[in-house]
Every structure is written in structure tokens, then in C-alpha cells.
């Protein structure tokens, strides 16, 4: 097992405060103990929540505020509007993921856009992949200042070939949010208490809006950690949550789909959903900054939600990789014993 120094560490230090422990008083270890204790020398790691077969085995803060606590997810709201729009569709407010933007909310779509951007899909917003120049990373701040975030993010410049490959954008989430309302008269906010917090039984609170009014799309919602782990935990079981269904099954199968690949981590993708191979199963995961995790191992009955300090950055070479170290070499080898 190769878990980073301090994990190392933590682990080390844990085994043997354990083994100092009066033969007599010693008590069995708790399930996921192992994880709990790499988990701890993880820095920048807030909380860890793991459910197996459908019972939480474990629901701890480790530096950040309680699970029960919503916290900021970043990115992972990507992966929620996607579920959101599985929602939609399944409503039959949308037609399917081929849908046209411009048959579907042609009003978004400003003047002077690149003629390509009519056609561009609902799926090629889901999987980032509608060849526009990108509005994350080193554009992300002009893109929130400007004076209307939908109009900024279709009207760039086509730097790629719709449908071929992904730019990782937050823009082409909050199209696809701004659609949803188009084609619903709803907010996303609604979208998101009818669709997420009823079926999931959790709160939602209102987020960030554009100038327009509109909620953001794929960034800066809020679940609590055992929020995260029930949102993930609905994904497994197919799409229905403990209180009603979240989206239809065969939305859980197509967005598991892969379609794309990230050039950053060079995982695939799917719709709203990064994936890999681990111990023979399927891991679908999402992916917020800082390190906001939600991993579903179906073949394993696993799911596994993390918070991480939303202020420092959480690279695949770097703390992400570590998170996914976590999960593989020692989160699922436990859950496997």
C-alpha cells in the first residue's frame, strides 16, 4: 500500500495507541477503522462518511463541522444538476440528452454566438463537451464578473469540435442549469427541492444567482456530508432515494455511460460523473474543489462521501489523488475483508 507520509503516519500511530490499550478494556475495533485512522492524517481532509449494503458504518468530523452540517461542495453541483436534468428528462419537460439548445431555450442564445452554438446539445453540455473556450480555470473570474453569465459563456469562441472531448467549463453547467428553468418555468432552486432534497429528505438552501437571477449552475450548492452519502446512496440503488425516486433507472446506467475523458485526472466521464475501475468495480465519482468527494462502488455496495477545506486546491497529483488512494488501497480493501 502506498497512502502518502502522513497517512502513513496517522495509521502508524493509531495501531499502536490500540495495541497500548489494557488487554482487558480492549473492545472491538469499530468497522472502517483503518480508514478512519488514514482519513486523520489527511491534512486538508474535513469529514468522512462510508455506507455499505445500506447502513452507515461511519459518519465522522475530523476537522471540519459536523456531517449534519451542509457545507459548501463546489463542483460536485455539477454532478447534481446532472441529476437534475436526468429529472427533467424523465418528466418529459425534455425530449432526451440529443435535445438542441436551439430548439429547446433558443432565447439563451445571444446575438453574434458562434452559428454552431444552436446546435449544441444537452448531452454535449452534461459531458463538458461543446467545444467553447472554457470559463474555469484562469477565465473563471472574468466569466463571474460579467454582466450576464449565460450570454458570456455562449458567446465565446468555438476553440474545439462540439461533441469532441471534453473542456472542463462550469459555463456549460450553468447553460444546462438556465435550460432546465427554460423548459420548466422553474427555478433550479425549485428544480433542485423537488428533485433532491423531497426524495433525499434533506434541506436545500438557495445559493449562488447571476445577475439574471438565475442559480448557479455546477457550482457553490451546499448538502452535508450524510446528505452527500444519501445522494450517492440513491445513485447506487438506482436512483430512488428514501422518500420518492430521484431519476429514472435507465438515467443511472446512461450517465455511467463513458463518454469523455478528463485531460486532468484521465478518468472517463460520463454525464455529471468522473469513472474508474477499483477492485474489479465500476467507481463512480464527483468531484468538487478542494477535495469534495462522492464515490459509488456498486460492486462493492459502497458509497463514500468526503468534505475537504474548500480553500486549498486539491489536484489529482496532489491532495484528490491522495482522497483516491483513500478509497482504493484502503477503503475498499476494508470494505472487501
Known sequence: MTLPLLSRRAFALSAAAALAAPALHAQPAPRFARSLAAARGLGQLHSLCIAQNGQTLLAEAIRGPS????????????TLVASLTGAVIGSGAIPGPDARLGDLAPGLIPNGADPRVADLTVAD?????????????????AWVSSSDWVADALARPMVGRPGNGMLYSTGSYHILGALLSEVTGDSLLTLARRHLGEPLGVRIDAWTQDPQGRYMGGNNMALSPRAMLAFGEAWRTGGAGPEGRLVPADWVTASWTPRTRSAFSGDDYGYGWFLFTAAG????????????????????????????????????????????RLLTEVIVPEAMA
Do not use: C, F, W
Not at 453540455?125 to 473570474?141: A, D, I, V
Open 281 to 324: 468495480s465500476r467507481v463512480a465519482y464527483a468531484r468538487g474543489y478542494g477535495g469534495q468527494m462522492i464515490y459509488v462502488l456498486p460492486g462493492h455496495a459502497l458509497t463514500v462521501a468526503v468534505t475537504s477545506d474548500e480553500s486549498q486546491p486539491a489536484r489529482s497529483e496532489g491532495h484528490a489523488g491522495a482522497l483516491k
Open 125 to 141: 453540455l452534461l459531458t463538458m463537451q461543446t467545444g467553447l473556450e472554457r470559463t474555469s480555470g484562469g477565465n473563471y473570474g
Open 67 to 78: 456531517p449534519d452540517r451542509a457545507v459548501n461542495v463546489k463542483s460536485v453541483s455539477k
